[in-house]
């Protein structure tokens, strides 16, 4: 059984300004925050004696206080070329708060994690007119002291302490960019066509999965991450009712910052139609009508 409980309290300063000059826009904003958690759980198992049929506990305490001191903002310039074209660029500079790990079987080392902090650089394009519309951007994200998801068996005799937390790596960065294209050329007939491509990087790293023994990671790709992902896709609009498809693929990317194991490449391909009666309409779509297996999670 586990008797937990999580006092936090933030406290955040947010301010934000704006100047539009004739056809710049120019955006400057800064948020200071504060945050504090106070953790207190009891964690008791119960083991049966059959032979004397007493029940006994093996009992654990956590207590637990984190603080942070956070510090974020942004500086934006947009630039309005005309009514349909504006390019874009902001520097900002962001976090993700630390915290507590609530499982009591954690090693020490593991209990608490820390911010994270990113500085970012982004760089737009954007069109649009009555039948088309275009958004470009491209990004780079530095991290450091990164926040990663793991798992591990604490004690290597009892598979029921197999438990996911959250720890921090070294350091590393994102960079890439996205598109998103969508025509509408007639009133019967849209398209769209969505493309994102990237690449990250972690420094190598290293992790307690207990007491006394580490892990050690080289540097490499971060989870969930794959290289690309592609959409296309179209509605065909008719009198009483319009026909859809599209396809979806996306690149290998590793299922966990703590193990080695990868996808494979997929893609998928998915219909619908709907059919409208009045003010009621009746519809008919399928999801991946190739019946592809592929994987999503792994452990």
């Known amino acids: 059984g586990l008797d937990s409980e999580f006092n936090i309290s933030n406290l955040a300063y947010y301010n934000e300004l704006k100047f539009n000059l004739n056809k710049l826009l120019i955006t400057f ?42 510090k974020g903002g942004k500086f934006s310039i947009l ?23 609530q499982n009591p079987r954690l090693s020490i080392d593991n209990n608490t994690y820390k911010p994270e902090y990113n500085q970012n650089i982004d760089i737009g394009y954007r069109f649009k007119n009555e039948i088309s519309s275009i958004n470009f951007t491209t990004f780079y994200m530095k ?95 008719y009198q009483n009712f319009n026909f859809g498809f599209n396809v979806e693929a996306k690149d290998k990317f590793y299922f966990s910052d703590s193990h080695n194991e990868i996808s494979e490449p997929f893609h998928i391909l998915n219909l619908s139609i709907q059919y409208k009666i009045d003010s009621m309409s009746i519809q008919i779509w399928g999801k991946n009508i190739e019946d592809k297996r592929y994987a999503v999670r792994g452990f």
Do not use: C
């Open 143 to 237: 991290r450091n002291n990164l926040q990663v998801s793991l798992s591990s068996q604490q004690d290597t005799t009892n598979p029921n302490s197999f438990y996911f937390y959250t720890s921090n790596a070294s350091n590393g960065y994102n960079y890439g960019l996205n598109l998103d294209f969508k025509i509408i050329p007639a009133n019967n007939f849209e398209s769209y066509f969505n493309l994102g491509l990237l690449k990250t990087k972690i420094d190598n790293y290293s992790y307690m999965i207990d007491e006394s023994t580490s892990v050690d990671f080289k540097t490499r790709e971060a989870a969930h991450a794959p290289s690309y992902t592609v959409s296309w896709g179209f509605i065909k609009y």
């Open 79 to 101: 630039y309005k070329i005309n009514e349909e074209n504006n390019i874009y660029i902001g520097l900002s500079s962001g976090f993700k708060s630390g915290g507590i790990n």
């Open 29 to 70: 904003n800064i948020r200071i925050e504060k945050i504090n958690i106070d953790y207190k759980s009891t964690h008791f198992h119960e083991y049966y004696n059959y032979y004397t049929y007493y029940t006994t506990y093996d009992t654990s305490y956590v207590n637990i206080k984190n603080k942070d001191n956070l």
